[in-house]
């Protein structure tokens, strides 16, 4: 039973494991981790972990109330095991752990120094985001004997290969649809900034400059995701690797599904998945 958090540039994504199964799960905006009303205090309060002293113990995340209090009553003290995490936000760091000994709870970290069930052939670990590493995890554990492709589409999307020979080798980063969309409004005098990248596209003909960026930052993008992964499978082939599991992870995972030539699983939780399967295999 424990708590699994994986601090992002942009979100945190934490929920609860237990029994195999992740559950109360939600997104909090990354400034925000130690607010009281909107962070993680809020949300450890409403799952019964804090003292009884804890200027938190009031307060309930707005998207824990009655609709999920079932829920969240039926977990408890589930997070009494502890805080699994991971985190690309140095400073958020802690921040995580000050609240952890507020409210009492054992830390754990997952880095490049812990057991991740495959081992680091990347020839400078300390460089990898724990958030890269804790999907490198996640993969393994879903496909323990099959070469994997991970790739995570948020802020920023990265491809992580992992083999049954080599572990984690390494992968490719690139700036995710939403930035390029910012860049684009920010480095030029007259394209507007684009945020809505989920509306369906009728015609690859934009209309207008907005519908323009649009296509460009939703069916162009597919377009460089097939092209990277194109790339990566056919350096696997000419290894003599067997066919790869492909994931898709991350808030931008939709972008792309269905537009890629291959199979692919969508596991959006894969990063805290793999902090479930690494904290076990560390607390042995």
Request: charged share 15%.
């Amino acid at each position: 039973m424990l708590v699994c958090i994986d601090i992002g540039n942009t979100h945190t994504h934490v929920a609860i494991h237990r029994d195999g199964a992740f559950s109360v799960q939600r997104d909090i905006p990354t400034p925000l981790l130690d607010d009281a009303a909107e962070g993680l205090p809020a949300y450890l309060a409403a799952l019964c972990v804090a003292p009884p002293a804890s200027p938190f113990n009031s307060t309930v995340p707005p998207n824990l109330g009655p609709a999920n209090s079932r829920s969240a009553n039926a977990e408890g003290d589930a997070a009494r095991g502890g805080i699994a995490f991971c985190s690309v936000v140095p400073s958020a760091t802690p921040r995580l752990l000050a609240l952890a000994a507020t409210f009492g709870l054992p830390a754990w970290q997952l880095t490049h120094a812990v057991r991740l069930g495959v081992p680091i052939t990347y020839p400078r670990p300390a460089e990898i985001g724990q958030d890269r590493l804790a999907n490198a995890a996640g993969a393994h554990a879903l496909a323990p004997s099959r070469p994997a492709v991970v790739i995570d589409l948020g802020t920023a999307v990265t491809f992580d290969v992992v083999t049954p020979a080599g572990g984690y080798e390494g992968g490719i980063i690139t700036p995710g649809p939403a930035l390029v969309t910012r860049y684009l409004h920010e480095r030029t005098a007259q394209l507007p900034l684009v945020t809505d990248l989920d509306s369906p596209i009728p015609s690859v003909i934009g209309k207008s400059t907005a519908e323009a960026i649009r296509i460009g930052a939703v069916v162009g993008y597919a377009g460089l995701i097939q092209t990277l992964l194109d790339a990566v499978l056919a350096e696997f082939a000419a290894r003599g690797l067997a066919e790869a599991e492909i994931f898709l992870s991350g808030g931008a995972a939709e972008f792309v599904h269905g537009r890629l030539r291959q199979p692919v699983r969508i596991v959006p939780d894969l990063a805290l998945l793999g902090l479930a399967a690494a904290h076990a295999l560390n607390h042995r």
